[in-house]
């Protein structure tokens, strides 16, 4: 009889290990990207005031 292992855990952690990588490519991008999102959005705000 052959033993298989219990792999229950493994897709958890999986999951897991993406989320946190898609969560540090979000934050690195929000970093680089952060200035010049905020300059448009300043941009946008002021061009709607006049």
């Known amino acids: 009889m052959l033993y ?4 229950e855990g493994q897709g958890l952690v999986e999951y897991a290990l993406i989320l946190v990588l898609i969560a540090i490519v979000v934050i690195v991008i929000l970093v680089i990207l952060g200035s010049q999102v905020s300059t448009v959005f300043s941009q946008i705000t002021s061009g709607l005031t006049r």
């Open 4 to 7: 298989l292992p219990r792999e």
